[in-house]
């Protein structure tokens, strides 16, 4: 995985890092925290294919 400081871009384009858990700046930060409250919270998985599993399936159930 490239540090930002090792990632390259055009010159048009500007990376800027973001600091975690700021979903003012980065709004899939709010799917995640929704994710966590309302499908992960109280669950004990075996392993992280379990919870993948189990957020496609709660996915499929929102769709």
Do not use: G
Request: charged fraction near 20%; charge should be negative.
């Amino acid at each position: 995985m490239a540090c930002l400081n090792e990632a390259s871009s055009p010159d048009n384009i500007t990376l800027w890092p973001l600091p975690p858990k700021s979903p003012e700046l980065n709004p899939v930060e709010n799917i995640w925290q929704f994710m966590r409250d309302k499908w992960l919270s109280n669950c004990v998985f075996k392993s992280y294919d379990d919870i993948l599993d189990h957020l496609l399936l709660r996915l499929e159930q929102a769709h």
